[in-house]
């Protein structure tokens, strides 16, 4: 059964009755597409209940940022989610909260995302990350999930995710899940429906230069040569940046050594796009 909850009061007294049961939570801005469902099916799949979260949490958008202009399109989703009903037929909880259930007036507990929030997006988004850790923190406290499903194609986020869980949060497992792609190879994305057929086939381009760099990395190359070879591609200026990372703490690399993510963020006229590729 679908059931919809648009105040905490709602959830609460669900929850006060579930209590036993176990819960694996996505939490997502809406605007919901495959990818969102990957995440709900996989809490479906190894919980009794799962919960999606739609919310567009402004803490998390910079000052200029597309906050206003984000798609909410919550009747859109309901249908998307319903098409799960049936092939799990378990609980699932849409929770579309109101800003006060998040933020309640006088709202202190703001956190500050761990180091690792520095570079890359946090370079180009200063506040953003201690946004998203905030408002995941809140949602866990809210929702008290045992089990939580976070995409791989925000995997700095991810990073500081599974950071901050693990401070304020031990009990939650928190899962990275693989990116879903267009047919194309496009990492979806809920601002790829900014983009024009003609952009979304440009913005390839991010991905060309991951999988460029993972290649060479496969075929045993130095960290000097993939330093070279990243500023090669660095030539292409809509390349915000593109690094590579220890995919286990996200520590810069002093030489090649698996795993390892390799990140981009690529513009598109006022379209930041995020990929990346992990070599195990
Ligand atoms: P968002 O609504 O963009 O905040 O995303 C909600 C969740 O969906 C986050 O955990 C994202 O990492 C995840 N997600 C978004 N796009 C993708 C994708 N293409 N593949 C995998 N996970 C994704």
């Known amino acids: ?37 990957s995440l709900l099916e996989q809490a479906l799949i190894e919980n009794e209940v799962g919960i999606i979260s739609i ?104 990073k500081l995710i599974e950071l901050m869980a693990r401070e304020h949060y031990p009990q939650v497992e928190v899962k990275g899940m693989p990116i879903i792609r267009e047919p194309n190879g496009l990492a979806m994305s809920s601002r790829n429906n900014y983009l024009s057929p003609a952009q979304k086939d440009e913005a390839l381009a991010l991905r060309n230069s991951l999988l460029a760099v993972s290649k060479e990395i496969e075929k045993g190359a130095s960290i000097n040569e993939i330093k070279e070879l990243i500023q090669n591609l660095k030539t292409d200026k809509k390349l915000n940046y593109l690094d590579l990372k220890s995919a286990i703490d996200f520590s810069p690399l002093n030489e090649i050594k698996k795993p390892i ?20």
């Open 1 to 37: 059964m679908i059931k919809l909850f648009k105040t905490n009061e709602e959830y609460f007294n669900w929850h006060e009755k579930n209590q036993q049961k176990t819960i694996g939570f996505a939490p997502t801005m809406g605007n919901i597409h495959n990818a969102h469902l």
């Open 55 to 158: 919310y567009v949490n402004p803490t998390q958008f910079g000052e200029g940022e597309d906050f206003d202009a984000y798609p909410r399109t919550l009747s859109d989703d309901i249908e998307k989610i319903k098409t799960l009903e049936s092939k799990y037929n378990k609980d699932i909880i849409i929770y579309a909260p109101r800003e006060t259930d998040i933020y309640p007036q006088g709202f202190t507990n703001y956190l500050k995302a761990h180091q690792i929030a520095a570079d890359l997006e946090g370079d180009l988004r200063p506040t953003h990350f201690d946004g998203v850790v905030t408002v995941v923190a809140r949602l866990f406290e809210i929702i008290k999930p045992h089990k939580s499903y976070f995409g791989k194609k925000d995997y700095q986020q991810l």
């Open 261 to 280: 993510v390799i990140l981009g963020n690529y513009q598109i006229g006022s379209t930041r796009l995020l990929d990346n590729v992990e070599v195990l």
